[in-house]
Each structure stands twice: as C-alpha cells, then as structure tokens.
C-alpha cells in the first residue's frame, strides 16, 4: 500500500473569530493510501499554534511513520502506533480516515455500516463567530440565506469581556427569532469560574440549549465548582483530546466534544464514544477548518450523537470536495463506500 499526500490551500467564505483569535483558512493535508485497486483519503486541518507541527511538517512525518508499517496491520493498530509515537492527532486523523475509506471502499460499505451505526437525525448547528452586534445583524441573514439550519452555535468568551457577550448574545437572538433556531453557546474557554457561573445563568434564561467548554483548558480543577448548581449542561471540547482524557473530570461535565481532529480520527472517536458511554456521558460532535473529506468521515458516526456541529465546509470558498449533504438540517452521509467523499 503505497501513501500520497498534497497540501491544498483553503480559504473561508467568512473569517472566523473565536476567544483566542481569527482565522481566514487553513493550509490542509489530504492524505491518499492507495493498495493498486482502491485509494482511501483523508484530510487533516493542522493546529493554529505556531509551536505545533503544520501540513509540511506532518507530510514528512507520515512518509517517515509509513515506510515502516507492516500493511497487513489493522487501523486500530497502525492507530496506536502512531499515537505511541506522539505523531499530532490531527496527522494521525488524516491518516485513519484515508484507511476507514480504504476499508469501506474494499468492502464496498460506508463507515457507518461498517460500525453499525444509524443515520444522524439531531441536525447540524451553524456557527457565529465573535462580532459586533452590528456584524452580527448583518452576518445572521447571510448564513441563512441559501440553507436552512435549525441551531445556531454562537462564540463567545471575547476578549472585550461579559457586556460585550451579553450585547452579541442579544442581538444574535434577535436576528435569528425569523428563523427559528435553538442557540447553543461556546466559550472556547474565554471565562473564569465567575464569569461562567454568571453568562450560565443568564444564557439559560434565554433558553440556551448547552454551554460548550466555558472554562479555559488547563482550569479543568475548577468544572466542580461550575458543574455543581449548574444552569445549563455543560460540554467540554478543548479540555479533551483523547478517550483517556475524560477520566479526570467525567464526574463534572454533561457531555464531551468528539473532533477527528483531536483524537486522531475515526478510531479515536469511537473509543471517546465508548468512554461516554461508560460515564454516562452525553457526546457532541465538532470540527476544525475541515473540508468534505473529514466533514463527512465524521458525518459517517454522527447517528449515534446527541448534538452535532459539522459546517466548516459549509464556510469554504470553495470546499475541495463533495460527500455528505445538508438535508432539511441534518448533514447527511451519502450511501457510497467508505466515508463518501470525493475531492473534486
Ligand atoms: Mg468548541
């Protein structure tokens, strides 16, 4: 089985404001693995820290990891070996999404079958990154303007603090009454313990459905105290990488964020899953700068996720690819082999 990589550019219909910054597009990897009848792709979107490894980095990393596995091993293992490896999660990610499809393809069956899933039915949220509220009022009919959505996902945790959150929030409320959505928050860890408990309380009152990692990773010490008395549910994201990750806090959040992107794909996914499941934990699933290819990939699993966030393709100017496909909401996966993604 021979391996092929290429970066492609993409570039975002809107730029995109979250507590720690703003970002325009990403430089991402697609990943082939090719066995002489079916090739398998995936895709990975690459850290915005400067300090981690970025698409070229991890071009050269797979190659390196690739010459030395054994084809007849299966994803799970060839999984654990590069996760052994400390290789990023998200080169891991593009990496067993190319050997889901791979597996799908030879078999002829979609991942989801192949994992026994059912179809999503929990429709997929849109998201409204940090803005003014005068953006906000013109931003709003603009992302409905083409599609229907039924829940919008709002960032917040500005840096301008609480009022300028309180002043986005409601206006955003505002603008989307026409289009009757369910509003979920996330903080991108951008509050303290107080300011938590505050905006909690206050967005519950507005009939906010979930908060989404309101505290900053790496204050994971402080989820007691948050989750105790809780307004809202409570969903962590970037406090969780990995499956393992959950053990320390399962006791004080509702629910976690899945990204192929942190824990390495499809194989990491359905460990958390199982996690969740041990923890009686409910799960959400997210996205980085990602395009079709591991939009779709996570489309495949999402039948079996309580609330779903898979729409950065829906903000790419334009998506490399075609696969999964918003219907009356809900991202659907469409019925090809693998995860069913094409890039175009
Ligand atoms: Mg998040």
């Known amino acids: 089985m021979r391996l092929f990589s290429r970066i492609i550019q993409i570039k975002k219909r809107f730029p995109l404001t979250i507590s720690r910054g703003t970002h325009t597009g990403s430089s991402n990897l697609f990943v082939v693995i090719d066995d002489g009848e079916h090739k398998g792709i995936g895709e990975m979107s690459p850290s915005k820290d400067p300090s981690d490894p970025n698409s ?9 990891f690739w010459k030395d596995i054994n084809p007849k091993l299966g994803i799970k293992e060839i999984w654990q070996l590069a996760k052994d490896k400390n290789i990023a999660p998200y080169a891991i990610a593009a990496l067993d999404i190319a050997l889901w499809d791979l597996k799908g393809k030879k078999q002829n069956e979609s991942i989801r079958t192949m994992l026994n899933m059912p179809l999503p039915s929990a429709p997929t949220s849109i998201t409204l990154g940090i803005m003014s509220p005068e953006e ?3 931003r709003i009919p603009l992302l409905f303007e083409n599609q229907k959505f039924k829940s919008l996902k709002v960032k917040l945790g500005s840096p301008d603090g609480i009022e300028f959150d309180k002043a986005m929030f409601s206006q955003a409320l505002e603008s989307s009454k026409e289009f009757d959505v369910i509003c979920r928050v996330d903080a991108n860890g951008g509050w303290n313990l107080e300011q938590a408990k505050r905006m ?19 204050d994971e010490g402080n989820l007691k105290n948050l989750y105790k008395n809780r307004a809202l549910p409570i969903y962590v994201d970037e406090s969780c990488n990995y499956a393992e990750d959950i053990e320390e806090w399962h006791e004080y959040v509702d629910g976690v964020n899945i990204k192929l992107m942190k824990c390495g794909g499809i194989t990491g996914a359905v460990e958390i899953l199982e996690s969740c499941k ?9 996205c980085m700068g990602e395009s079709s290819v591991s939009i779709s990939a996570a489309a495949q699993i999402s039948g079996v996720i309580q609330h779903i966030d898979l729409d950065s393709h829906l903000n790419l100017s334009p998506d490399p690819a075609t696969g999964a496909e918003l219907i009356d909401g809900i991202l659907m996966p469409n019925d090809l082999p693998g995860h069913g993604a094409k890039l175009k």
């Open 200 to 218: 909690t309380e206050w967005l519950a009152e507005r009939n906010v459905d979930y908060i989404e990692q309101p505290l900053a990773k790496g």
């Open 278 to 286: 041990t923890h009686n934990l409910k799960s959400m699933i997210g």
């Open 56 to 64: 070229e980095d991890c071009k050269n990393i797979l190659n390196e």
């Open 136 to 138: 906000v009022a013109i």
